[in-house]
């Protein structure tokens, strides 16, 4: 089976400014991806790229099949995506956001109506369907976004740090549904700040100034560095930068 | 290449598009307060504009000389006198005081008979009386001019009634300050340019960053839905409410005010919509260049309110501004809509009265919208 996020050399600069440089690397099909590195490392223009929202500098990507430079809507299709900011609206209830963002994915009616119950009982909302979103506790709130994002079935879901400032009782039950996702077949391609987090993924990259310092399992690069967890990893490749997190 | 199982492309776009607008109308609809702002805005201004702030001007101080002093002036006085929109002051003997009296601002208008007033009109079947009257608030100005001639027009048909054959007395009216008085304002047309503008800007800026600083623009740009629907979505609502507004205030000017729509309906109609779709691409180039719904409603408020009130010629007339006032306020779009407003109602002029104003409020609604299209996409690539 071929990989579902493939990239040569894959660079974007601004200006003179290289924020990305040549990445080359591949996700395969299921697989629970981490992409970690600190803050003006690159983790988030590399992953817009993917998600076309930025074109690439130079280099090649394809994403679900797509190129990234010619595809970028059919990418759009294949993919969901969630930001590290809250993103429903609070002003809408529970099924009213499951119904707005399954519609703009081009579901149907009918299709909404079946995904609908599905959806909040592996959530276990079903009592809170009617409920403004803004009344809903932060943990869930995070569970349902995610959920959204992966209700139109996407062969990728991109999450960007979904867990920040999540309790971490939450944060594992995010993981139980990051885990159910990959189960049924979707990519999971997640950055994040939380190293125990770090562990739950099948292979982690850590980027550091713009290129990938490490790709591995993390059995793999505790070995290869020497660290008891993939905190000490982490310390040990992200301590020789020369960028300064904004 | 869509997979095969998949409906065409363009009925998804349809489907998608009615699934936003839908969602558009139930955050508007959920949102009281803003709705109640938004309904609550053209009532308030029509009754504040239309009575309130009435440009109907009582007890206004004047002067009489009465250089004449025979039956008909005394006469015509007693009939000044008895109005309740005159004060009479002691009678000022010279041109000198006079002149003083109305630098002051102590008098705001003069009227003087000539001698032989009564000779005169006897003998020739006319006599003029000459008011003299302080422009500088041009609004002012008229209105009280227009009271007395009102006066000596009621007194010239009794006159007619006895004499039995046309007599006249002519007044002859003279502007202190400001010759070139602009026409009666009615602040119809300009509230209805400045609620139109104030609503859609602000609608539609806020609505935008209010996505963006939510994070959910950025949901919806990495979705499949087209830059170009966001917009046409969220600018829908916005028309509609506007097209409402428009119709209330028609309704509540005619009801209230007795003011209604002399020309037609239809012509003003279309060019209000034209005029709404100018103040949303305004706003949809608000939105883009701020980044909180404060700001936004920040650059609503200051960036558009004022040069509307100012610029569009409903509170100060455009011709008595200085020249670099009058080229600015050319830009302005109310300006050319208040035109088209003061034709189409107040005087019931048909399209050839206004196809000039309408291609440059055309004009500038697409090249605002090219603007703010172009930048939308740039900005949140």
């Known amino acids: 089976m071929p990989p579902v996020i493939t990239t040569e050399k894959l660079s974007k600069q601004f200006g003179p400014f290289k924020a990305v440089n040549e990445l080359t690397f591949q996700v395969e099909k299921g697989e629970i991806f981490g992409f970690l590195g600190a803050n003006g490392a690159g983790k988030t223009t590399a992953m817009r790229m993917l998600c076309g929202l930025l074109a690439p500098s130079s280099g090649k990507a394809s994403v679900a099949g797509f190129d990234v430079y010619t595809q970028p809507n059919q990418i759009k299709r294949k993919i969901g995506y969630m930001s590290q900011k809250f993103s429903l609206y609070g002003d809408l209830t529970v099924s009213e956001n499951i119904r707005f963002y399954s519609g703009i994915y081009g579901m149907s009616r009918q299709q909404i109506r079946q995904k609908t119950p599905e959806l909040l009982e592996e959530l276990q909302l079903q009592q809170e369907a009617k409920t403004l979103v803004a009344d809903l506790p932060l943990g869930w709130k995070q569970k349902l976004a995610f959920s959204v994002s992966i209700a139109h079935d996407p062969d990728i879901v991109f999450l960007d740090e979904p867990t920040s400032g999540v309790d971490p009782v939450t944060r594992r039950q995010f993981w139980e549904l990051i885990y159910h996702a990959a189960e049924k077949g979707v990519t999971v391609f997640v950055t994040t700040h939380y190293m125990d987090e770090a562990e739950y993924c099948n292979r982690v990259s850590i980027m550091v100034d713009g290129v990938i310092a490490a790709l591995d399992t993390p059995a793999h690069l505790k070995q290869q560095h020497g660290g008891e967890s993939m905190e000490d990893v982490f310390y040990a490749l992200a301590r020789n930068a020369t960028r300064k997190g904004d | ?381």
Not at chain 2, 161 to 174: E, F, K, T
Not at chain 2, 276 to 300: E, K, N, P, V
């Open chain 2, 1 to 381: 290449m869509p997979s095969p199982e998949m409906p065409p492309e363009k009925e998804i776009n349809m489907k998608q598009l009615i699934v936003f607008i839908k969602k558009e109308f139930l955050q508007v609809f959920r949102d009281k307060q803003t709705l109640l702002m938004l309904f609550g805005l053209p009532i308030a201004q029509i009754v504040l504009f239309g009575f309130a702030l009435s440009n109907e001007v009582k007890g206004s101080k004047i002067v009489i000389t009465d250089y004449s002093k025979d039956a008909v002036t005394t006469r015509i006085i007693g009939k000044i006198t008895a109005s309740q929109y005159f004060t009479v002051e002691q009678s000022l003997q010279n041109a000198d005081q006079l002149q003083a009296a109305f630098r002051k601002g102590t008098i705001k208008m003069a009227v003087v008979f000539p001698a032989n007033f009564a000779e005169d009109l006897a003998r020739t079947g006319k006599a003029s009386v000459e008011i003299i009257a302080d422009a500088s608030d041009p609004n002012e100005g008229t209105t009280v001019a227009n009271y007395m001639t009102q006066i000596i027009n009621d007194y010239n048909l009794e006159l007619d009634s006895i004499a039995g054959q046309p007599l006249q007395i002519v007044p002859d009216i003279l502007n202190l300050y400001n010759p070139q008085l602009s026409g009666p304002p009615n602040f119809v047309p300009g509230v209805m340019a400045l609620v139109l503008m104030l609503v859609c800007t602000m609608m539609t800026s806020v609505a935008i960053v209010k996505e963006k600083e939510l994070g959910t623009m950025e949901i919806l740009l990495v979705s499949p839905f087209k830059t170009l629907y966001i917009i046409i979505a969220k600018l829908t609502p916005n028309l509609l409410i506007s097209i409402v507004n428009f119709f209330i205030i028609i309704l509540l000017s005619s009801v209230f005010l007795d003011l209604q729509v002399k020309g037609s309906l239809l012509l003003l109609t279309f060019c209000s919509i034209l005029f709404i779709l100018t103040s949303l691409s305004i706003g949809l180039l608000l939105s883009i260049y701020s980044s909180t719904q404060q700001g936004a409603m920040m650059g609503a408020l200051m960036g558009m309110m004022l040069p509307t009130m100012l610029l569009t010629g409903f509170l100060f007339p455009i011709d008595n501004m200085p020249l670099a006032l009058q080229w600015l306020a050319n830009i302005v779009p109310s300006r050319w809509y208040f035109i088209i407003v003061k034709n189409v109602m107040l005087k019931g002029l048909g399209f050839a009265s206004i196809w000039k104003e309408t291609l440059i409020l055309l004009g500038m609604c697409v090249i605002l919208f090219g603007i703010s299209l172009q930048k939308f996409k740039i900005r949140l690539q």
